[in-house]
């Protein structure tokens, strides 16, 4: 809305104790969403809503806010206007009551039209408050309603939040708006930039942002994001010949770390080059926050690129400092490998006998057996469609693509799974292929993230995630709502993208249940537990089969499929996911043909009449009798259906799935005048059984491609009225 002016501004704080920088984003757009809601509901207009926030403050800025928010008129209804008064000319009873009940004289009802006719009503008007008072109940609303993935409850106010809060400003205009929460008034003033310093006074929200930059706060997210950019580049600088990659989930993390980002550079021992490049940086970028250093030649540099949060003063001894917080780090990884190294990866897959995986589904080494197995299976069942795969490699890279779960370095960097492993299986002098397979055998790690780079790998990581899977669901760990502490989401949308993206030609549910037989075969160690016995077992193939439809479906939506033409390629859709996509890519291409609307609705004019019929009958059709076809109508359609069928299977052995729905899509002129001259409910039995034996042909052939009785048409024909065919 335009701003008037007469329009004020408004600023609310709220100052705490350091905040996780993983929780600034997602309060500030909760503080925005929250108060663009309330301040609808309370009619005060506002033109705009900004925020801010650093580690120790999370501030919105209202501005172009009314002085006072909008009056409410409301009109109540009551009884019909003829009972206002008797034949007398007296109030009649339902009409006092009503007045009495909205605490008004009979004189002051008026009659308004309703739905019904006129009716008795009360005009009330609930005049506008002065935009102080609303913003006093408000902010605190605002501040009640923040979720955090944690909460902290402290002192003698035992409130809820993120971190303690330590102050709340809160202002409309100059003036204060005043309220109290967990045991705080709201004032003017905020903190300083360091705990323990002066507090800020704010004059306005106008002047909210100037004035703590005056105090070395850039509080707006997108110029510190902007000085963090420029402080890199100044130190770059400093250092010629070397680069470094601003790392976008770093620079994120550090906007919201900081509030006056100031870079210091650093150096640190080549010695320590010696360790894993990707341990090295993980030291760097997770552990220290720092930027990791490179060379031309893309070698790591033995330097480094800190953030500190604060003015540019005392630079070396913050330099000191970090460099020797980071030789310390660097000390204890290096400690790790040097353990690590003192047996082979192959060694330390006996260590895994004493790792668990879950309850009564054994140890780590029982699901590396498994996994070793089932990929196996899954070598046999694409060997069987002539896919070339060396089956030593396979069986190598799954034996020890766990064994890294018992090492000191994963111990101490669980995010290093699969990394180290396959760093360990190269300097064991395993073969790059099979190395490769171990190190990639926990992708993708997201829905967009790589896949295993060949194919024995995407054979031994589809393995794995499926019978992680199997193994979860039977335990009755099936992720609920936004639970998911299994992260078993994401190992449904990896087995969906392997087998879509890699073209595997291998039936998802056949895979989960020789999944679950092998944990059958293997039984639990403690118990030697049944698996029928398992919370999940009963419904085992059904909800895993609908879990893994519900990955492939989001996989389609993102790729810009619409819903109900997803819907029409489920059926059978986990059985080969790739064709199936191949059925999806066809439907849409034809979608826009000018005949294929109405092929749809008598297509679904079809099943209708079908299902009417009843799955008894339908079940006992027999092959359409020449004999019986007698309208002429009805033999043009027995004759299309016959020459589709035979081109139209041809071209689905070679997957060419749009040219056989273009050969679907010239049945619709004998469909048409099939509907419009034959009976199909014919009061002789045997031609009815016939005709309908007929139409189940129909619907037969075009499920072949997609059941397209779920697409949804705009504008239907009024003919699909007629069920009965007639």
Not at 658 to 668: C, H, T, V
Request: proline share 5%.
């Amino acid at each position: 809305m335009p701003r008037s002016n007469s329009d004020v501004e408004a600023l609310l704080e709220i100052g705490t104790e350091h905040l996780p920088a993983r929780f600034v984003s997602p309060g500030l757009s909760q503080m925005s969403a929250s108060a663009a809601r309330l301040l609808q509901d309370d009619r005060l207009p506002c033109a705009e809503i900004k925020v801010y926030g650093t580690l120790r403050r999370l501030a919105l800025h209202l501005l172009g806010l009314s002085r006072h928010s909008n009056a409410l008129e409301r009109t109540l209804t009551g009884p019909p206007a003829g009972l206002l008064k008797d034949s007398q000319g007296n109030f009649t009873a339902q009409a006092a009551g009503f007045a009495k009940a909205q605490g008004v004289r009979p004189e002051e009802l008026e009659t308004v039209r309703g739905p019904k006719g006129e009716v008795l009503a009360v005009r009330r008007v609930t005049p506008g408050e002065p935009a102080i008072q609303v913003l006093s109940r408000v902010f605190p609303a605002i501040i009640r309603g923040l979720e955090f993935a944690k909460n902290m409850e402290w002192e003698g106010s035992r409130f809820q939040f993120a971190r303690p809060i330590r102050s709340i400003t809160a202002l409309y205009g100059e003036r204060i708006v005043p309220f109290s929460l967990a045991g705080i008034s709201s004032g003017n003033k905020t903190q300083g930039a360091a705990i323990g310093s002066d507090k800020i006074r704010i004059a306005s929200p106008a002047g909210y942002v100037g004035s703590l930059r005056d105090h070395c706060i850039l509080v707006d997210t997108e110029e510190r994001r902007g000085a963090l950019s420029k402080t890199l580049d100044g130190a770059l600088r400093a250092s010629p010949g070397v680069r470094l990659e601003k790392d976008s989930g770093l620079l994120d993390e550090l906007v919201y770390l900081t509030e006056h980002p100031v870079a210091v550079g650093g150096r640190f021992s080549r010695d320590f080059l010696g360790l894993p490049p990707f341990l090295l940086t993980t030291v760097l970028k997770k552990q220290l926050k720092f930027f990791p250093l490179q060379e031309a030649a893309g070698k790591l540099f033995p330097g480094f690129i800190g953030i500190r949060d604060g003015v540019s003063e005392a630079q070396d001894t913050v330099r000191e400092g970090y460099e020797r917080v980071l030789e310390a780090r660097l000390c204890d990884a290096r400690f790790y490998f040097d353990r690590d190294r003192r047996s082979s990866l192959r060694a330390k897959t006996d260590a895994l006998r004493r790792a668990a995986f879950q309850r009564d589904m054994g140890s780590m080494h029982d699901k590396m057996e498994r996994t070793v197995e089932l990929a196996i299976w899954i070598c046999g069942a694409l060997w069987r469609k002539r896919l070339p795969l060396d089956l030593g490699c396979v069986e190598a890279i799954a034996r020890l693509a766990y064994a890294d779960l018992v090492t000191e370095i994963v111990g101490e960097f669980p995010e290093l799974q699969g990394s180290s492993g396959g760093y360990y299986a190269r300097l064991d002098g395993e073969e790059e292929r099979v190395a490769l397979g171990i190190e990639e055998f926990h992708y993708p790690l997201s829905s967009r993230s790589p896949l295993p780079t060949h194919l024995e790998g995407s054979v031994v990581a589809l393995a794995g995630k499926m019978d992680s899977l199997a193994a979860l669901f039977l335990a009755g760990h099936r992720p609920t709502g936004s639970e998911d502490p299994f992260a078993l989401r994401r190992a449904g949308t990896g087995i969906v993208r392997i087998v879509l993206e890699k073209q595997l030609p291998i039936s998802l549910p056949q895979l989960a249940a020789q999944a679950r037989r092998l944990i059958e075969k293997g039984g639990a160690p403690s118990e030697n537990r049944k698996a029928a016995s398992y919370p999940g077992a009963g419904h085992f193939e059904a909800d895993l089969r609908e879990f893994l439809w519900q990955r492939a479906q989001a996989c389609f939506q993102e790729s810009g499929y619409p819903m109900d033409e997803i819907r029409s390629v489920e059926e059978g859709g986990l059985d080969h996911l790739a064709v199936t996509f191949k059925r999806l890519a066809a439907l849409s291409a034809l979608r826009a043909h000018e005949d294929f609307g109405e092929l749809v609705t008598a297509f679904k004019r079809a099943a209708n009449i079908l299902r009417q019929a009843g799955p008894a009958l339908v079940s006992d059709l027999s092959e359409v009798d020449r004999n019986l076809v007698t309208a002429e109508a009805e033999l043009s359609l027995f004759e299309a259906l016959g020459r589709a069928e035979k081109s139209l299977f041809e071209k689905l052995n070679r997957d060419e799935y749009e040219r056989a729905l273009r050969e679907l899509i010239k049945l619709r002129p004998f469909v048409d005048r099939f509907f419009e001259s034959v009976r199909v409910m014919d009061c002789e039995e045997a031609v009815k059984r016939n005709r309908l034996a007929l139409l189940l042909k129909l619907a037969s052939l075009f499920k072949s491609v997609a059941d397209i009785s779920q697409l949804q048409i705009t504008a239907a024909p009024a003919a699909v009225a007629n069920p009965s065919g007639e």
